[in-house]
């Protein structure tokens, strides 16, 4: 059985090689984390490695019908011979060789004291009730034999606990989609769940085991973005179309991004409505390449002007787009003022329904939901390109009309 799950393991499923100590594994539905762990602690057992471990789910139920009796089982992937029996009554696996796991349940984190371990697996860690307190208890546990190791599997969310986890340095993260587990998963499954969750973070976060947060103090949320989605009319129905830049200063794989975002103006009736079109940053280019990346942007969307900062390069960075779009109309803008300050009052047009995109943008959408945060990222160099462009659009005094040739 083990050599027969070595050949057929997608390479997330593998255990990280030595030394660890805990293994986190997200993964999306269906991504193969339940038999991975299990098959885990079969080998451990199996091979005398270990012989008592913490068994831990969101619920006792979980645990049972889950970790040890469903189709991934540790009943059901048990070599011939070697299948544990579960005792119910006693909340007892044991394997033939004398080796037993615990069974305890994430909402009672002071049934873990007392007992000690020399292995542990923890499903679905994030919707575990109590998953702080469950880890404070059970991190004492781990005290038995040379090497205590603990697995804890899960489809992420953004709590505590599991932020935690990944800022520690002592954890090994293995990460799986649920696309990677496609083989061994029913036919239309796939298809399914994408019609169910489409094109949104969550998607992401239930198919890509992607762990999507919202930090504290950020200017935009996820939800609110998931619901500005939209389909865009025809470039024609556009009065003013618009790229904003925010030019690196830098070369290289680890330089700033160039900041390319596409936004076209619709005058309504009621409110003037712009809209996202396109996010076309480009990474690590050098100036002439980045500079026709933007032409390029205003040739593929026929747009009316550029306008770029001019903070970091001046004159040098209009020189470099006239060099690139020699016809198109460049405008050379100064920050004065911090940048949250220049993009909240572009997050009030987002919360008023007066932005919305063209369709779902995550690099982005990833920026702008981390923007504001106490927590210090990367430059946000796709929001700065997106707020100068709407400040040129919605924000700006007296915007010209669009002139189309005849």
């Known amino acids: 059985m083990l ?4 050949l057929w393991a997608h390479e997330a499923q593998r255990p990280p090689p030595d030394p660890w100590r805990t293994w986190l594994f997200l993964g999306g539905r269906g991504a193969g984390k ?3 762990a299990a098959e885990w602690v ?3 057992v199996e091979r005398g490695l270990r012989a008592r471990f913490a068994l831990i789910g969101p619920t006792l139920s979980d645990v049972r019908e889950v970790m040890i009796e469903g189709p991934s089982g540790l009943r059901a992937i048990a070599t011939r011979g070697e299948r544990p029996a579960y005792f119910s009554s006693r909340r007892r696996l044991e394997w033939p060789n004398g080796a037993v796991g615990f ?3 994430a909402e009672d984190p002071d049934s873990l004291r007392g007992p000690q371990f020399d292995g542990a697996w ?3 860690i994030a919707a575990w009730p109590l998953a702080e307190a469950v880890l404070a208890t059970l991190e004492p546990a781990m005290r038995l034999g040379e090497d205590p190791r603990m697995v804890f599997t899960t489809t992420p969310r953004p709590i505590p606990v599991l932020r935690r986890l990944l800022n520690d340095p002592s954890v090994v993260v293995t990460r ?3 696309s990677t587990n496609a083989a061994n998963l029913a036919p239309g499954f796939l298809d399914a769940m994408q019609a169910r969750f489409g094109a949104t973070a969550l998607a992401r976060q239930e198919l890509g085991g992607e762990l999507i947060d919202d930090p504290e103090g950020a200017l935009w949320n996820r939800a609110a973005l998931d619901a500005a989605h939209t389909k865009a009319p025809p470039l024609e129905a556009f009065e003013r179309i618009v790229i904003g830049v925010d030019p690196p200063v830098s070369v290289g794989p680890e330089a700033d991004a160039c900041g390319i975002v596409v936004v076209g103006l619709l005058v309504e009736d009621t409110a003037n409505r712009a809209i996202v079109l396109a996010d076309c940053t480009v990474q690590g280019l050098a100036p002439m390449d980045w500079a026709n990346a933007v032409a390029a942007a205003f040739q ?3 747009a009316d002007k550029i306008v770029v900062e001019g903070n970091q390069g001046g004159e040098l960075v209009r020189t470099m787009l006239v060099m690139a779009a020699p016809h198109a109309a460049i405008k050379l803008v100064h920050a004065s003022r911090a940048k949250r300050a220049r993009a909240e009052p572009v997050a009030a047009l987002y919360a008023r329904g007066l932005v919305t995109h063209a369709q779902p943008m995550p690099a982005l959408e990833d920026e702008m ?3 504001g945060a106490t927590t210090k990222g990367k430059s946000p160099d796709r929001v700065d390109a997106l707020v100068w462009a709407l400040w040129e659009l919605m924000l700006a005094q007296s915007p010209a009309p669009r002139l189309r040739p005849l």
Request: glycine content about 8%; hydrophobic content about 35%; overall charge positive.
């Open 369 to 371: 939901c981390a923007f």
């Open 42 to 44: 079969r080998d451990q």
């Open 176 to 178: 799986a989609s649920s």
């Open 103 to 105: 069974v305890f349940s």
């Open 122 to 124: 923890g499903d679905e």
């Open 3 to 6: 050599k027969a799950w070595g």
């Open 34 to 36: 339940t038999r991975a």
């Open 300 to 302: 593929r969307f026929q």
